[in-house]
């Protein structure tokens, strides 16, 4: 994790893997550009998801090539741009809503050591 040149920012390799049923997904991005802002207000955005006084929470990067929405009706996870030497292409996964999934980002995001 860096966090110098683009404060207040996060930068982070991204590494996502998705069970399929017919097989696994992987994708591992680096240096992806997180505003600590935006961190914030998804724990916020989250907290109020689970309580039932919001709809939506949304986390995504400064380039918005990753995006990632919980509401209370499904879970979606897009990626965009994802370049290669053949081309490049687009990631949407959808889920329905599982307030598990739900509880245990609020736990995860929760445990990390902000310095700001």
Not at 68 to 92: C, D, K, P
Request: aromatic content about 12%; overall charge negative.
């Amino acid at each position: 994790m860096e966090s110098e040149g683009n404060l207040p920012s996060l930068g982070c390799q991204v590494d996502i893997k998705l069970e399929l049923p017919r097989g696994k997904f992987e994708y591992t991005a680096s240096e992806i550009w997180f505003e600590c802002a935006v961190f914030d207000e998804f724990i916020n955005q989250l907290n109020l998801l689970k309580s039932g006084t919001q709809t939506k929470a949304e986390f995504y990067d400064i380039d918005r090539e990753i995006v990632l929405i919980f509401t209370n009706e499904q879970i979606e996870l897009a990626v965009h741009r994802i370049h290669s030497e053949i081309g490049s292409g687009y990631l949407e996964f959808k889920r329905d809503f599982v307030a598990d999934i739900l509880h245990q980002h609020i736990e995860h995001l929760c445990s990390f050591a902000k310095w700001w």
